[in-house]
């Protein structure tokens, strides 16, 4: 067991050579290398039943009931969507030594200090779904623009719902011509874009992230997968139960091809905001 994922952040290899008898020297030089720091802390929720509960319920044949396990369970995972998302923010929960270490904290999708930024979407209303599609190719061109070319998911705060399942017109040219599928269902048809989907835990308002889903950007790092253990307090009268597991979000930026100045780290993330 480890308290912390190391990983290099590299530059891009450089241009392939491109010869009639594929033996001439290529590019000597060799990546750059710069260390992050990933923490890994246990999430964990827990309650307990007492002895004589259990020994009840196994001399009468009625089981228990299970619900505060289900809950548990369920706060756990809720707890890893936020990590994720970037609402429960753990930027600030640093480990090793900014000597050894650039980035030491965990990043969500909205905390990332690499991802790309648009901050001019149009309000929905329910009625300009034109403009939402519009909002959505433009942070595909810049998502193109620093070389993340897909496949992307698009990700919506809840108050974007009703705009996603109302019918997608295009004022321009739709006319009178009855609209035959939503605003969900039109960008889906955009190339690169595989999913598109509302974040129920996003609690933000009025905001878009379209992500590339490619390991070299995104990746989920399971050091343990959800599991229960069981102990015992107060001299055996008191069961304790506890879900916890060990899973945290690796959102990497790399440097936008050769060069190594802080400001050319980018991540595969593009965050859309109304300002």
């Known amino acids: 067991s480890v308290y912390g994922l190391t990983r290099d952040t590299m530059t891009d290899a450089g241009k392939a050579i491109v ?13 750059q290398f710069t260390p992050d720091i990933l923490p890994l802390p246990i999430i964990h929720s827990g309650w307990y039943l007492s002895a004589r509960q259990l020994a009840v319920s196994r001399n009468s044949g009625v089981p228990l009931d299970t619900t505060m396990a289900e809950a548990c369970g369920r ?14 923010d753990l930027s600030t929960l640093v480990i090793g030594s900014t000597n050894d270490f ?14 790309i930024t648009k901050t001019d979407l149009t309000t929905p209303t329910g009625a300009n779904t034109d403009d939402t599609v519009t909002d959505i190719l433009e942070m595909i061109a810049l998502a193109q623009a620093q070389g993340f070319y897909g496949p992307y998911m698009l990700y919506y ?9 109302s019918d997608y ?8 011509v009855a609209p035959t599928q939503t605003c969900r269902q039109r960008i889906g048809q955009i190339e690169g874009i595989s ?17 590339q889903m490619t390991s070299d950007c995104c990746r989920a790092v399971n050091g343990m997968s959800p599991t229960t253990v069981q102990y015992e307090e107060k001299g055996g009268a008191q069961i304790q139960f506890r879900v ?12 936008v091809r050769t060069s190594t100045t802080v400001t050319a780290r980018k991540a595969g993330i593009v965050h859309g905001t109304i300002s």
């Not at 009639?20 to 990546?31: E, H, K, N, R, T």
């Not at 650039?102 to 991802?115: A, D, E, S």
């Not at 017109?169 to 009178?176: C, D, E, K």
């Open 244 to 255: 916890m597991c060990i899973q945290v979000p690796d959102l990497r930026a790399q440097f």
């Open 102 to 115: 650039t980035k030491r904290g965990i990043y969500g999708y909205v905390t990332q200090p690499y991802r």
């Open 169 to 176: 017109v295009n004022l321009n040219t739709s006319g009178a």
């Open 195 to 211: 999913g598109c989907k509302m974040l129920p835990y996003w609690d933000s308002t009025t905001q878009l992230l379209l992500i």
């Open 75 to 88: 706060r756990v995972a809720e707890a890893v969507e936020k990590m994720t998302i970037g609402t429960t």
């Open 19 to 31: 010869s009639m008898d594929g033996i001439s020297d290529g590019q000597g030089d060799a990546p």
């Open 157 to 165: 705060t809840r108050d974007f719902f009703t705009q996603m399942e």
